[in-house]
Structures are given as structure tokens and as C-alpha cells.
């Protein structure tokens, strides 16, 4: 059975920092490109950034200030976020896409708020 479980959100004030983590199972994580997307209320689901096998990929609001960093060896993907901004507040939720197959986590809430 696939799961991608994250976990870390919360409310966090304006400069703050998060992590996020998604722990992935019952797939080959190594094999998989792994995302994180987010969606704020009213707005369609954006991705933030994308770990694919010999390269990274961000947003551009988020460059500089956000990092996606993956551990095979644990299957898990983390959202480092620092210098959080209100703007950021939204739904993140992770995604894994492989050889015929996509996953999503069922999404975790960020509130940037002072």
C-alpha cells in the first residue's frame, strides 16, 4: 500500500522557518521524482520544488528561501522553508511521480502569521 504521510506544518511568524517532511512507502522512493506542491485558498495547486535524479528544481517565488532535500536511505523528503513570508500560507502536500505512477500525501497546513 502507498502512503506519503508529511507532517511539520503549523503557524510560524512572518521571517520564521519550517520543515516539512513526507515519509514515503510501499514504492521504490529512489526511482521517483519527489515534489512538493501547495495550494492556498482560492488559488490552483503550485509547484514549489522538485527533486528529480541529478537535478533540482524551484518556483521562482520561493528560490533562495526554500530547499528540497531527500534521504533514500529513509524515504523522505523534507521542505526546508526559512524566511517564510505570508504569501507562503497555503497547503503543501507532496507528490511522487514514477514509471506509470503518481502519489499524493494528504497535505499539510502553513500558516505564515504575525
Known amino acids: 500500500q502507498v502512503q506519503l504521510v508529511e507532517s511539520g506544518g503549523g503557524l510560524v511568524q512572518p521571517g520564521g522557518s519550517l520543515r516539512l517532511s513526507c515519509a514515503a512507502s510501499?514504492?521504490?522512493?529512489?526511482?521517483?521524482?519527489m515534489g512538493w506542491y501547495r495550494q492556498a485558498p482560492g488559488k490552483e495547486r503550485e509547484l514549489v520544488a522538485i527533486?528529480?535524479?541529478?537535478?533540482?528544481n524551484y518556483a521562482d517565488s520561493v528560490k533562495g528561501r526554500f530547499a528540497i532535500l531527500r534521504d533514500n536511505a529513509k524515504n523522505t523528503v523534507y521542505l526546508q522553508m526559512n524566511s517564510l513570508k505570508p504569501e507562503d500560507t497555503a497547503v503543501y502536500y507532496c507528490?511522487?511521480?514514477?514509471?506509470?505512477?503518481?502519489?499524493w500525501g494528504q497535505g499539510t497546513q502553513v500558516t505564515v502569521s504575525s
Open positions: 527533486s528529480r535524479v541529478g537535478s533540482t
Open positions: 510501499g514504492f521504490t522512493f529512489r526511482s521517483y521524482a
Open positions: 507528490k511522487a511521480v514514477g514509471p506509470g505512477h503518481v502519489y
